[in-house]
């Protein structure tokens, strides 16, 4: 993610959810919901960049140092962000990319939905301040209204990849009823393409950004489609004109099958559920997803383990491990991970019927040991080992790994 934000684990947590609530199939329909997107892409291309001592959390043992260390940063930001700006220059099709990604997102998702873009200066119109102008919508034979703001713009270092730059976006939405004057969902999607550079060739380069920043753009969409269908916003939307059959109720499906099963991890000796850097345990449970790591090597090597849903609503209704890989494997492409190196893995010893693979993972630097066990009609568990720093840390670990996968429950209930 961006400087200051999850670690690599949290950010894996997030993006394996991001795409199970992306997973809907488009459906068609001959009535359109119309949605009127205003959308604001003028802030300047800027640069967040962190060095290896940046990234070690939010609490710093000596204040005085943690002080320093921030204004450095601020001050070498400000300098990287002037070269990037000037190696950029004017790039008139920002706004396009935006137009172009979230129309494509939502089509791909769900044909229902009609986005209309007005131009900036009509745009401007529809707004009372930071609010929508809620008569003038309706008046413009809208009803519901996406407010979306482009906070930020440019270059970031992600997670794990210290002193690299990668095309990023941060951008703040807030979705309305205008007839009824209410708030559906507010929030914020933070997006960051896989493909990384030294920092030299990231600003000098403009190609490079014109050519990364609009896959961050499309990640950004597919990240909002996804959170508005997990709020049920986009659900209750099309409720709200006859058309809730035609777009699922995403969160609430996932909170009935939530109460349908039960899983439970044995961590081996020395493993514990992680603590994200500056912060102290997650406070709620999510039931679908479990993170561990170990008290030694932390931050080299960590494991999710997800429960997915094969159901219709996610457009992933398979009969096997393998194709559901299949499906995976495409989606961490479209995220931008180079899985050339992918291939079936046999250096685990399982007592399940587990479907192994391995890749290199180039956007940590690292590898990935992914395992898919099918479980009745309806369950797929995955479980994503990371490793940075060379296989030898997995090896270290193999046998705790092995413990835990193999002494891992998951039992279901009834309705």
């Not at 990037?84 to 990319?97: D, F, K, T």
């Not at 079936?344 to 395992?371: C, M, Q």
Request: hydrophobic share 40%; charged share 25%.
């Amino acid at each position: 993610m961006l400087p200051g934000e999850e670690d690599y684990l949290k950010k894996l947590a997030a993006l394996v959810l991001v795409m199970l609530f992306q997973s809907v199939s488009p459906l068609s329909a001959q009535t359109k919901i119309k949605l009127l997107v205003l959308l604001d892409t003028s802030s300047l291309p800027r640069v967040m960049h962190a060095t290896g001592s940046d990234n070690v959390g939010l609490f710093w043992q000596n204040v005085f140092t943690e002080t320093a260390r921030i204004s450095a940063a601020k001050t070498r930001n400000e300098e990287y962000t002037t070269r990037l700006q000037n190696a950029v220059g004017p790039y008139p099709e920002r706004r396009q990319v935006s137009i172009d990604q979230l129309t494509r997102a939502f089509s791909k998702f769900n044909s229902v939905f009609e986005l209309g873009f007005p131009a900036p200066d009509q745009a401007a119109t529809y707004l009372l301040g930071d609010m929508p102008d809620f008569k003038k919508v309706v008046d413009g034979e809208w009803r519901f209204v996406l407010v979306l703001s482009e906070e930020f713009c440019g270059l970031a270092t992600q997670s794990g990849l210290a002193d690299s730059l990668s095309a990023a976006t941060i951008r703040k939405y807030e979705l309305y009823d205008a007839a009824s004057k209410t708030k559906l969902a507010h929030g914020k999607v933070n997006s960051a393409y896989a493909k990384y550079y030294s920092v030299d060739a990231a600003l000098a380069n403009r190609e490079i950004f014109v050519t990364d920043y609009p896959e961050a753009v499309r990640l950004s969409s597919d990240a909002l489609y996804g959170e508005l269908n997990r709020k049920d916003a986009l659900h209750q939307i099309a409720a709200s004109v006859g058309l809730g059959d035609q777009v699922p109720a995403i969160g609430s499906i996932l909170e009935a099958y939530a109460k349908r099963f039960k899983y439970s991890i044995e961590l081996a000796d020395g493993w514990r559920k992680p603590r994200f850097p500056g912060l102290i345990h997650m406070k709620k449970a999510n039931p679908y997803l479990l993170t561990v790591d170990p008290e030694q090597d932390v931050g080299k090597i960590g494991m999710t383990a997800m429960i997915d849903l094969l159901i219709d609503a996610f457009a992933q209704k398979v009969s096997t491990a393998d194709e559901y890989a299949s499906i995976y494997f495409q989606r961490l492409a479209e995220q931008g991970y180079n899985l050339e190196s992918l291939k079936k893995y046999d250096g685990l010893s399982l007592r399940e019927a587990w479907v192994p693979y391995i890749f290199d993972n180039t956007k940590s630097n690292g590898n990935n040991v992914t395992l898919f066990r099918k479980v009745g009609d309806d369950y797929l568990l995955v479980y994503e080992v990371w490793v940075i720093g060379g296989m030898q840390i997995f090896e270290k670990h193999k046998a705790e790994i092995e413990y835990m996968v193999n002494n891992s429950k998951f039992e279901t209930r009834s309705q």
